[in-house]
């Protein structure tokens, strides 16, 4: 049970921390800030959307609330959603681009779903049908994306990962000119040229 109490309030703090930080454009966030973040929104909205499909399904007035109910969450969290994805991106070494596209392609899709909502599939003209189609293509593709790129760990922490192998395979190359040394291979002279070699390579 406090597991669980750890992993709740772990949640709540990553998301609200990506709230209070919704203008801040410039700065970087870690893994768990933006999925914990996306993990409360998905939590919401799908509910809320099973809800609107059901309701509708039964030809209840109900689905009315509940599509304007996610419309709002939605609408809500399009630009803490967006300024999140943006630090994310950045802590990768990343710039915004993707991210601009993304939203922006997904705003474009929101709004043409709901002007082209209360009219029947026959009546809309052909090319609103395939822009609309090349919109929904691009915004899935670029959310595909950013969500590869978000998987990625830290570009700092990236940096110091491959320091720190360079650094280990140094180490094991001094370790065989050293053996080497001891078998009688190289001499003194030899292994002190060939290390300097090794250390000015590093």
């Known amino acids: 049970m406090e597991q669980w109490i750890i992993i709740m309030k772990t ?13 801040d454009l410039k700065g970087k966030s870690g ?3 933006f999925w914990y973040f ?3 929104v998905l939590a919401v909205s799908l509910p809320l959307s099973l809800l609107e499909i059901a309701f509708t399904a039964l030809g209840s007035p109900m689905s009315t609330l509940f599509k304007t109910l996610t419309l709002l969450w939605t609408l809500a969290h399009l630009w803490p959603g967006l300024a999140v994805a943006i630090r994310r991106l950045s802590d990768t ?3 915004p681009t993707l991210a601009y596209i993304a939203y922006g392609s997904g705003a474009m899709m929101l709004l043409s779903g709901l002007f082209l909502s209360g009219i029947p599939p026959h009546a809309i003209p052909t090319g609103t049908l395939i822009f609309s189609g090349f919109i929904a293509i691009t915004a899935i593709i670029s959310y595909l994306l950013l969500l590869v790129f978000a ?3 830290a570009e700092e ?3 110091k990962s491959k320091q720190a192998r360079e650094v280990k395979e140094l180490m094991e190359e001094i370790d065989k000119l050293e053996a080497l040394r001891q ?7 030899e292994y002190q040229q060939m290390r300097q070699r090794l250390m000015g390579e590093a």
């Open 11 to 23: 949640i709540k703090d990553n998301y609200i921390t990506a709230i209070k930080r919704r203008n």
């Open 31 to 33: 893994r768990p800030e």
């Open 38 to 40: 996306y993990l409360v």
């Open 93 to 95: 070494g990343r710039g």
């Open 151 to 153: 998987c990625f760990p």
């Open 157 to 159: 922490q990236m940096k």
């Open 183 to 189: 078998s009688g291979t190289i001499n003194d002279k």
